[in-house]
């Protein structure tokens, strides 16, 4: 079998200019970066105001568990094959993280016939996006320290500043640092850690910024800590959003590609799903809706994490509603929200297939609640067999509830055509309306209650006496009005990620919230959420090599 | 008078395939990074190896002093008044360092009507390269981290690792940090501290390697530190040097840009002039010499510094002999050095400028030490009187020294016409003869003092005790064949930053030393070097925006 770089440098790509010119694009819409990548104009949107928009096809799926779901691969086998049925079909992603590549990953793009392609670029340094996200969040460290070293006019607390420096890299040692030694010229000391750059407050407001100017006033009202009185200390108060948002201007610029199938993908913004919302930028999405009949567009993780974002939070802030959803299964993973170890995958298993279903079946209710019409896509692996597909197909007839299976990693766009045809059906013949999950005006817990009973299906949540406080102070603030942002493990519907399947009865335990101020929304932290990845016994990085005339080995 | 961000917004600049057709590219030698930008092929060299040369001219200075003295300036005007006599320049400049660009300067990339553009890139994230080397720099520290959490396999001593984190940010409170805090699952704690970027030896790295392969050979030899037997431990014991290598592949392309004029520029790398080299690639200055009759390129600091290195390390390790070599000083300039303080430069004073000609005098002497041929420039200021220019005339023609006045910063290339036709006229009837200072099987010593006697004019050099320990610890090693990198004050020919014009009867005192085995040269430091600059008080970043549509303001 092919591996996924085999299949990605035997792509014959076309020309970007090619692809830009396929979607209508003038010479002003759009700059190359090299022959097959490009950054968009942010005013495209702008431009194209009176053209109507495409339809939002929002990929979500189960509770992902190591058996793999491939929900990347399906958004990206969709779009090719909505192309194959004759509809105008943009893809539109997140940005991978250079810190997982090196790390466990070795690449994240889609895979095998479905894939996002130059697929060496958009796992390395794409079009520089992240490092300036990067460099934008440490310019602001430095002018923290540099303001309290200055003499701390604004009296902010060192123990209380909550920014944190980045850095695109699993790099564990970095956590828990203490800065600024040495002596009088080297800073002020104090504790200090960094994360990875996708968990940095810059990469979600990127994200959720609607233009350069709703950018720059989201990164004014970034909290970046407290004074000694307790007062939040903003980015507004430092005076830098002008220089923060200079740092950004050319990231915030939507980036086209293509797929293996030259089916075309803009891929744009990279937040975290546990402390942010997961989903990739507006601004790509915004685009891709002017710019095709069909978007189709991926959130983090499971229905119950990335698509709540999506749907409470960026539907939100963009003031779009989606059009409907696919939730992406495998039998693999469904068998091991059933009880089987991950050795025994590729022994048929019914029983198990059964009772995996409902982590299935709490997704679906998940996303009728919103009033989204959809189509499960079930992930075809080698292993499945008859039965098991039988199974399947006879819970969800049953139910009336519309299920394809798809073949896109093996057979690319073709092996998603059921999947294209059932979701556009949907699309034309439904009736549903659109609906968040809770009004703005609830207060902040009451939408956490809300989300972990409707979405989780929580008995009730349990406040820690700092949660509370919290909770007090922010409403206080005037920050009540926010969405929330729940930082919750991918691995199962309730807080303890050894839960697979369908849990009862749990209560989530909300331990601390943090103010994403600039981001527009509050986080909600349920246990410990790693914000800095550590490198594995054997990082993915050594086996990576570049050939002398630079083909690119060991990212897979 | 207009600033120089305004000067670089108004100019008109071609699309950078004009630039590239131009200069007689195909289609396989460049690719565009916006539409005035380029990267070009690093396979470029060898595909025009029938090409000849064209000529080499290094343009170097005085000791610096904040007078200000234009090198940058001066470069990218030389290089346009070639092209108005007729002939086919190319400059070969540095990339400009973020940090700075946010702390202090504002702004580096040549001046008035002799800039490089656009300037609003090229001194923000330009192409990326400074990123890459962030990643490829902290990748390794990561690694290295890990290395010794997973149980330290090579026994690399904590306290002797000498390879440190990078950011290309001034952040004086990240350099003396302690990481590794939190308990066991968050690395080792040990004390550590980040440089700026371009302090890297993955910086010098990329600006002497002669081709990807030389790259990944280089980065293999470099030592992070010493293993607890006292044996030095390198990437290649770490086997990541591939993985380095491809996080590098792109910012080793040289990048294409044009002046205000459009005459073609390539902008790459850009090393510390103290603890590194300070010259831009061997792969930029070869391509220009490919491209051009031409390439006008400079090195950093003065002509003890900057060229010194340029000579012995940049040219010994691309294999090629400079042509020639413009010195350029100003009047202003040269009054400091002659005792005038900056407040009192705008008065004529020819006695002080008699005084600081002897600065200048030496920096003729070094250079002809080399047996290279040269012209002095004057760079002209508004306050420049008759008679300080009649007395450098007068000096000059005593000397038998070639000298012309420029005024490249109002006049563009026009304003360098003079300096062009005498330094083609210098290295067409040239009878000299190129030497390095110092041949390779010297002993490290040997190679300090004479670099101390004959460029610096010291009467000797006196070695601490740690010192003299790590020259012996060194030549055991095989390090001994290694030419030296200097790191001393830019402004004094001594090791005492506040005696400038021509010292005498001074002696450099050896710090320490630090091997850059990757790089291929031995730092020797003669003082604090600081590796991580801070921000002042009032952070050019204060002034800088970018307006709705997308216009920069406030870099200057």
């Known amino acids: 079998m092919k591996t996924d770089i085999q299949i990605a440098q035997e792509a014959t790509l076309k020309p970007i200019s090619e692809i830009a010119k396929s979607l209508g694009l003038q010479k002003e819409d759009w700059e190359p970066y090299g022959n097959t990548k490009a950054k968009l104009s942010d005013q495209l949107v702008d431009r194209l105001s009176d053209r109507q928009d495409g339809k939002i096809v929002l990929v979500t799926s189960i509770n992902p568990t190591p058996a793999g779901e491939g929900k990347s691969t399906v958004t990206v086998g969709l779009g090719q094959a909505l192309n194959k049925i004759g509809k105008k079909a943009v893809i539109a992603l997140r940005e991978p993280s250079l810190g997982p590549v090196m790390g466990l990953k070795g690449g994240a793009a889609g895979g095998g016939y479905s894939q996002v392609l130059p697929m060496e670029d958009i796992n390395l340094h794409f079009t520089g996006d992240i490092h300036a996200i990067t460099t934008a969040n440490n310019a602001l460290s430095a002018i923290i320290d540099n303001h309290i ?273 059932k979701i556009v059906h949907k699309i034309e013949t439904n009736q549903h309306k659109f609906e968040h999950l809770y009004p703005l005006d609830m207060s902040l817990e009451k939408k956490i209650r809300k989300i972990a009973q409707v979405v989780y299906g929580a008995s009730n949540i349990e406040l820690s006496n700092k949660a509370k406080k919290q909770l007090a102070y922010f409403e206080e603030q005037g920050w009540g009005q926010l969405p929330i942002c729940m930082a919750k493990t991918q691995y199962s519907l309730s807080d303890d990620p050894t839960l697979l399947g369908k849990p009862e009865g749990f209560v989530i335990t909300i331990r601390e919230l943090r103010p994403s101020i600039g981001a527009g929304f509050i986080v909600v932290l349920t246990g410990e959420m790693l914000t800095m990845p550590g490198l594995p016994k054997k990082p993915a990085a050594f086996k990576m090599d570049v050939t002398n005339d630079g083909k690119v080995v060991g990212l897979f």
Not at 254 to 264: D, G
Not at 315 to 321: E, H, L, P
Request: aromatic letters at 6%.
């Open 149 to 421: 070293h200055r003499g701390n006019k604004l009296q902010i607390d060192p123990r209380k500043i909550e920014w944190k420096r980045v850095l695109d890299m699993n790099d564990r040692a970095l956590r828990e640092i203490v800065i600024g030694l040495g002596g009088p010229s080297q800073g002020i000391p104090r504790e200090d850690g960094f994360n990875i750059t996708v968990a940095s407050e810059i990469m979600a407001i990127l994200c959720l910024a609607n233009s350069l100017s709703d950018l720059k006033e989201r990164i004014s009202q970034i909290v970046i800590g407290y004074t000694y009185n307790e007062e939040p200390v903003t980015v507004k108060d430092l005076k830098v959003e002008g220089a923060l948002t200079l740092l950004l201007k050319d990231a915030f610029k939507p980036n086209l590609v293509q797929t293996t199938e030259n089916t075309p993908a803009i891929i744009h913004g990279g937040p975290f799903a546990n402390i942010a919302h997961g989903c990739n930028s507006i601004m790509a999405t915004k685009t891709a809706a002017k710019l095709g009949d069909y978007v189709i567009t991926e959130a983090g993780f499971g229905a119950d994490l990335g698509a709540e974002k999506f749907l409470n939070i960026k539907a939100r802030a963009a003031k779009f509603d989606p059009d409907a959803v696919i939730i992406v299964a495998t039998i693999r993973a469904l068998k091991m929200h059933g009880g089987v170890e991950k050795s025994g995958l590729t022994k048929e298993n019914v029983h198990a297939l059964k009772k995996g279903m409902e982590n299935l079946e709490k997704h679906i209710e998940t996303i009728e609640k919103f009033g989204l019409p959809y189509v499960v896509s079930i992930n075809k692996f080698p292993t499945d067999t008859i039965d098991e597909i039988n199974y399947i197909e006879k819970w969800c007839e049953e139910r009336k509830v519309d299920v394809a299976l798809t073949d896109v990693w093996a057979k690319g766009g073709e092996g998603g055509i059921e999947l294209a045809e």
